[in-house]
C-alpha cells in the first residue's frame, strides 16, 4: 500500500469532515495565533501542507500576511481557497516542491511531516529552513510517542498513514541547521479510543551564523 497516495485519497474523501474538526480547534489555534504575533504585517508566509486553510485562516485573522499554501489532496486546495480567500493555494507534492532560498519570512509545517518517512520528512525540514530568509521564522507541529503505520481516525474511516517523531531529535536537527528554537511545548491530545497522542510545537528564528548546512 502506498503511504502517499492512500493518504491523500482518504483525504479527499474526507475533507469536510477535517475541517469541521479542525477549523476552530481551540488548543492548536492558540499556537498558531501565538505564531503570528511573532510576524510582522505584510510578512511573506509559506505553509506546508496547508489543508483546508484552517492555519491560514487563523493566521489572517490576526495580521494581513502574503499567505501562500500548498497541498497535495485537491479538495484540501479546494477548501483553503473558500476558507482564506486572500490567500493563495495551489496543489503540490511536498515531497516535489521547489523554492529559492530566502523566499519567505516564516515556513509553517502544521502537521505536515506527519504523513511522511523519517527520510522524506528531514529533506522536507531542511528545504523549509533553505527557503526561509535570514532571521525568518519556522513553524512546526508533529506528533510523538507511536509507531508509524496506517490508522483511522474520528474523521475518517479510509486508512491514513501517520508517523510520529521524537521532540529531541526534531529540535536537534533544526538546531543543527541554522534553527534557534525560542518555543517548545507539548499538549496532550485525546484519541477517540481514549489514548493520549502527543502533540508538539516548536517555533524557531533561523540565524545564517548558526547554519550547518
Not at 37 to 65: R, T, W, Y
Not at 95 to 124: C, G, N, P, Q, W
Not at 153 to 160: C, L, M, W
Amino acid at each position: 500500500m502506498d503511504e502517499t497516495q492512500t493518504t491523500i485519497n482518504s483525504y479527499n474523501l474526507n475533507a469536510i469532515a477535517y475541517a469541521d474538526k479542525f477549523m476552530d480547534h481551540k488548543p492548536y489555534e492558540k499556537q498558531v495565533k501565538a505564531f503570528a504575533q511573532l510576524l510582522a504585517s505584510g510578512d511573506s508566509i509559506l505553509e506546508i501542507g496547508c489543508g483546508p486553510g484552517n492555519v491560514a485562516k487563523q493566521m489572517l485573522a490576526v495580521k494581513p500576511f502574503q499567505f501562500t499554501g500548498f497541498d497535495l489532496s485537491a479538495e484540501m486546495v479546494k477548501l483553503a481557497s473558500a476558507n482564506a480567500p486572500s490567500g493563495k493555494f495551489f496543489r503540490q507534492d511536498v515531497r516535489l516542491a521547489e523554492f529559492d532560498e530566502s523566499s519567505f519570512d516564516a515556513v509553517m509545517l502544521s502537521f505536515s511531516i506527519v504523513h511522511l518517512t523519517d527520510v522524506e520528512a528531514y529533506k522536507l525540514l531542511n528545504k523549509a529552513i533553505i527557503w526561509t530568509k535570514e532571521n525568518g521564522r519556522l513553524f512546526v507541529s508533529f506528533m510523538e510517542g507511536k509507531t508509524a503505520g496506517f490508522e483511522q481516525t474520528s474523521f475518517s474511516r479510509q486508512p491514513i498513514y501517520f508517523n510520529y517523531f521524537a521532540k529531541d531529535r526534531i529540535g536537534g536537527f533544526l538546531e543543527d541547521h541554522g534553527i534557534k528554537i525560542s518555543y517548545c511545548v507539548q499538549q496532550d491530545y485525546q484519541e477517540t479510543d481514549g489514548t493520549i497522542t502527543k502533540d508538539i510545537f516548536i517555533f524557531g528564528q533561523k540565524s545564517l551564523s548558526m547554519c550547518c548546512m
